[in-house]
Nanobody, 119 residues
């Protein structure tokens, strides 16, 4: 089992910045991908950014150039630096840990943290 705890959400004005953090605990395998997803009211959950244990990174087109994902493997943490925030970034942000080290692959979610961007 893996437990994920997010922090760093809040209310910010458009153009501002926030930094989300997620700490993973439990049975952590070295082969994994950590990601941030978000879900706005009435919308499906969508991938925001991911970073693999090999440091491959990908972003949703809507956040490229504004958000930066990073990880600290020694501390089992992943962070999302969000700059130039827009009202459309308002959502609950979820941390995800996924590993293919086991069969079937495992995926775990945090409880989510609210990000609200005012115009």
């Amino acid at each position: 089992q893996v437990q994920l705890v997010e922090s760093g959400g809040g209310l910010v004005q458009a153009g501002g910045s926030l930094r989300l953090s997620c700490v993973a605990s439990g049975t952590i395998f070295s082969i994994n991908t950590m990601s941030w997803y978000r879900q706005a009211p009435g919308k499906q959950r969508e991938l925001v950014a991911l970073i693999s244990s090999g440091d491959s990174i990908d972003y949703a087109d809507s956040v490229k150039g504004r958000f930066t994902i990073s990880r600290d493997n020694a501390k089992n943490t992943v962070a999302l630096q969000m700059n130039m925030l827009k009202p459309e970034d308002t959502a609950v942000y979820y941390c995800n840990y996924a590993t293919t080290a086991l069969f079937p692959p495992r995926s775990y979610w945090g409880q989510g943290t609210q990000v609200t961007v005012s115009s």
